[in-house]
Structure formats: C-alpha cells, structure tokens
C-alpha cells in the first residue's frame, strides 16, 4: 500500500471543506493509508477521512481556487492520483516482430468488430503490412495504455491534392483513456508540418467513431459502400460468360506495373474520367489531371514499395484507345487486395464495358494469384452504375461508411496544438 503525508498548508475556512474533503476522499480511494493535515483557524469535519491533527501554521489566506489547484497539484505530484501511462510511438519497418503484431491485432480485432464477421487473416495482416511499411508515404503510430499497445494510427496521402486519409483504431473496452486523441493529435502534428488541408476519414454511422468525428467538427460527404468478390465462392461460370460475351469493336488488353508505351497517354485520359463518379465531398477541381509522367511516377513509387497496379483494359480494336479499365493493387504476399478505379470512359458507357472488364479482372486474379481470398471496392451509395456493375460480377455489399473529412488547421485548433 502506499504512504504519503499530505500536507494541506491552508486556512481551512469552512467554505472550502468540500474541496478538502473531495481531494481526501480520491486520496483514500487511490489507496492512500495515511495523510496528515495541518490546519488553522479552523478544525475538519469529523467525516474527513483519517486525518490526524496538528494545529498552529501561520497560513496565507488564498482564494478557493488556488487552493483548490494547490490540492490537485499536490495529489498528483505526490502519487496520489495516477493517469495510465499513455503512450504514443512511430512504427517503423525496423520495430520487433511482436509489436508489429501488437499493432496489427488493434486493427484486425477493431476491423473485425465492425465489419462484423470478417477479419484479415493474422499472418496475412502482418506480411502485409511489412509490406506496405516500406510505402514512404504511410506513416502509423502504435498507441500505448501502461506498456501495452492498445491503439493503432495510420496516415496517407489521399488521392484528391493537400488531403490525407487516416484512420485510428482502439480497443473498444480501452477508449475513452486518451489513446485516440494522442493519436489523432500525432497524425494532425506531422499532416500540418507536411502541408497538408484535408483529413479525410470512414467511419460507420451511429458509432462512437462517428459521433467523435462530428464532434471534432468533421462534415459527412458521401455514404460508401464496401463491397467484397469471395474467391472460395466465386462463380466462374458467371464470370466466363460475361468475358467471352463479344464486345465488338473493343478488345481486352492486360498490364501489371508499367503500362504499354503505346496506351500511356490514352490510359493517363481515361483515368481523369473518375471525377464523373458521384462525390459530395471534394472541391470542383480537387481531382488529379493525370498525364504520362504522373502515370509513370505512381508506378515507380509501387514499384518501390514492392507492389504493382494489375490492369485489365477495354482498347478500342486497332487504336491506342482505352475505353475502360479496372485497377488493382497487387502486392508480393496479397490474399486481400483492394480494387482502385474503375472507369468507363463517357462516350463509351452503357456497351457492358465495365462488366466485361471486372469480370476479366476477377477470374485473371483467380487464376494467377492462387492465395487471393478476397477483392474489395468502395463506391459511393449514390453510384447507381457502379453498383449495378459489381452486383452483376459477383461482388456483396459488405458494409456501409460515411466519408467524413475535416480542415487540419480548425482540427489543430480544436486539439490545442
Ligand atoms: C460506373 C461506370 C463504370 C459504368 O460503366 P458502364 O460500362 O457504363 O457499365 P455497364 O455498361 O457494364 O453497365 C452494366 C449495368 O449497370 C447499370 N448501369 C450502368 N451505368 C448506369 C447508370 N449510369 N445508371 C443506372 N444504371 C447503370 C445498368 O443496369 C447496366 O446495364 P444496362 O446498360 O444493360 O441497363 C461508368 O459509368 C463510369 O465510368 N462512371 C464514372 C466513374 C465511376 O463512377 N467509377 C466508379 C468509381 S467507384
């Protein structure tokens, strides 16, 4: 058990014997024994908890609420009262086995919890995750209570300019011990310093998640929908038809990592065609204008962090057109990958492309890549077209989350920093 003197160098007026008596009373319940006040001019109640007595210190008269600050200054520096260690580290690629996995179970086991019954599988999620560590423009932070790591933060940057994507995890029965806001403060230090607007987020409606962004002053943009394609149900059959369906006039043309020189330019067109997809939360003109060059230095920095974009494209027969394409990333250990843009350029939709061109993606996925589990894609709620698209290709809707995005220099306010 602890021991500590206390001593309440006061005029204990009768004013302040609430205060008194509620700093005694944390002092006893945070297991102090024993605790000796010196008070003058005045005596304790008989209900203060185990105070001995001695009396004569000539004491300034101070106003309450000093004394009150005095008192929990005292109790804290003392011992009395203690905060749990909270803690906040950068994980680095070179961090131990163990807290990398520490890291990676906060994420699976809040993931799990709300997308309900799916979990990536532990091994999956710690080889990739060596992998994406080595992606220069992720950064993630591990987020300690008492040693322990119970908290989880990444960021990176979005795809829209100045705007950053992050996302904070804590175990549900270890919030509300500050973890997440050393967190969230941490991504907001190093996003500021890198220049960046937006923080940009998901989180699922009606959650503490959500309320806690709205309250930091987040605004919802659009509701998304997380739809998977299951590998071990996939139906071939379905698939093989819409691929071996004619589309005249077009023909598939397959890439991993660099694309064909002579469909460059074409393909860094079609993929501006993406600002069509129905969006409430970005600025006219927020969406990348890609060209060769910004299509080259993207497949450089995946090329950097061992990983490719695979493509499967609808080429206009006998030009250097492309009319439509899927992208995936696909990285050295993927058993989950993530499906990015989907796109059918404007004059070009409405002929089935987009339906062709997934369901080639998914069954090339299937054949080559035999320990893919799973493809995920986010849509807005609002793209009637998309989703109709990934209905047909086998994919389910695995759950809904509100975009939310937030101004950094108002965040920064609001956090103090
Ligand atoms: C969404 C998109 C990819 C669809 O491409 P597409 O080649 O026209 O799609 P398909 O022809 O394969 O459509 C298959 C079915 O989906 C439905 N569908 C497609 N587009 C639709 C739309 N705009 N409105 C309603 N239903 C639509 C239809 O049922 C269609 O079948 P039908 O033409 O026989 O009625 C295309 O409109 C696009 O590129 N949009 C802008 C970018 C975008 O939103 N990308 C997705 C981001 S997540």
Same mark, same amino acid.
């Given at each position: ?28 319940? @945070? ?27 000539? @004491? ?21 009262? +203690? ?31 709300? +997308? ?5 599988? &532990? ?13 220069? +423009? ?30 904070i995890y804590v175990l549900p029965d270890m919030r509300g011990h500050g973890v997440g806001r050393s967190l969230l403060t941490e991504v907001v230090r190093d996003q500021r310093a890198a ?87 970005? &600025? ?20 950097? +962090? ?19 394409? &899927? ?66 290709t086998g994919f389910r809707e695995l759950t809904r989350r509100l975009l939310v995005t937030i101004e950094i220099a108002g965040l920064a306010e609001r956090l103090h920093l």
């Amino acid at each position: 058990m602890p021991w500590a003197g206390v001593t309440l160098a006061i005029h204990a007026e009768r004013r302040i014997f609430p205060y008194l008596q509620g700093v005694l009373a944390v002092l006893v319940d @945070t297991g102090w024994t024993r605790f000796k006040t010196v008070v003058t001019g005045g005596s304790l109640p008989k209900s203060s908890h185990g105070g001995r007595r001695s009396g004569g210190l000539p @004491t300034p008269r101070l106003p309450l609420h000093v004394v009150a600050r005095i008192m929990v200054w005292m109790a804290f520096s003392l011992g009395a009262v +203690r905060i749990p260690g909270v803690g906040v580290d950068l994980l680095r690629p070179e961090v131990d086995e163990l807290r990398l996995a520490a890291w990676s179970d906060v994420v699976r086991a809040v993931g799990a919890i709300e +997308r309900g019954e799916y979990a990536p599988a &532990p091994a999956q999620s710690c080889e990739r995750l060596r992998e994406q560590l080595s992606d220069p +423009r992720t950064t993630r932070w591990a987020g300690y209570l008492d040693g322990t790591v119970i908290g989880a933060a990444e960021v990176r940057p979005a795809g829209e300019p100045k705007t950053a994507f992050t996302r904070i995890y804590v175990l549900p029965d270890m919030r509300g011990h500050g973890v997440g806001r050393s967190l969230l403060t941490e991504v907001v230090r190093d996003q500021r310093a890198a220049g960046t607007e937006i923080l940009a987020t998901t989180v699922l409606a009606d959650t503490p998640g959500a309320r806690y962004a709205l309250h930091l002053g987040a605004t919802v943009g659009d509701e998304l929908v997380i739809n998977v394609l299951d590998f071990a149900t996939l139906d071939r059959a379905v698939l093989e038809r819409s691929v071996t369906t004619d589309h005249d006039g077009y023909q598939l043309v397959h890439w991993s990592g660099r694309a064909p020189d002579l469909l460059v330019d074409s393909y860094a067109l079609a993929k501006r065609a993406i600002a069509d997809a129905p969006n409430n939360h970005l &600025p006219p003109g927020a969406v990348v204008v890609w060209d060769r060059d910004l299509v080259r230095q993207s497949e450089r920095e995946r090329a950097d +962090r061992g990983v490719e974009l695979w493509v499967t494209a609808a080429a206009v027969a006998g030009t250097s057109t492309v009319a439509a394409f &899927p992208a995936v990333e696909v990285g050295r250990s993927s058993v989950d990958v993530g499906q990015e843009d989907t796109v059918v350029v404007g004059e070009h939709r409405r002929h089935g492309l987009a339906t062709w061109v997934k369901a080639a993606m998914a069954l090339r996925l299937a054949d080559e890549l035999p320990n893919v589990r799973r493809l995920s894609s986010t849509t807005a709620v609002a793209n009637t077209g998309m989703r109709a698209v990934n209905a047909r290709t086998g994919f389910r809707e695995l759950t809904r989350r509100l975009l939310v995005t937030i101004e950094i220099a108002g965040l920064a306010e609001r956090l103090h920093l």
